[in-house]
Nanobody
Framework: QVQLVESGGGLVQAGGSLRLSCTASGSIFSINDMGWYRQAPGKQRELVATITPGGITNYADSVKGRFTISRDNAKNTVWLQMNSLKPEDTADYYC???????????????WGQGTQVTVSS
């Protein structure tokens, strides 16, 4: 069974920083793209950032220049460094990964349980 375990959420004042971490564990053959999504109360889940195994990144316009996504392929881990946080960044943040369990299986989409980020004004 594959698990994505997140950590690093919390309460921070506007202008502050947080670093989220997510590690995939289990019987994994390979991991393709990894990323972070977020969902604020009453809103749909939205993409925050993604990163390919080769390190190519993609960011939502709202976080460009403030957030940085990175990964360690050997550790099956992805991070999200969040700087200059704003109250509108308040949301539950979810880790996502495209994982292949065996060489014969297609990739499946996996999600973490979510970690809460609250930015006070």
């Amino acid at each position: 069974q594959v698990q994505l375990v997140e950590s690093g959420g919390g309460l921070v004042q506007a202008g502050g920083s947080l670093r989220l971490s997510c590690t995939a564990s289990g019987s994994i053959f390979s991991i393709n793209d990894m990323g972070w999504y977020r969902q604020a109360p009453g809103k749909q889940r939205e993409l925050v950032a993604t990163i390919t195994p080769g390190g190519i990144t993609n960011y939502a316009d709202s976080v460009k220049g403030r957030f940085t996504i990175s990964r360690d392929n050997a550790k099956n881990t992805v991070w999200l460094q969040m700087n200059s946080l704003k109250p509108e960044d308040t949301a539950d943040y979810y880790c996502n990964a495209r994982i292949r369990l065996t060489i014969r299986r297609d990739e499946d989409n996996y999600w973490g349980q979510g970690t809460q980020v609250t930015v006070s004004s």
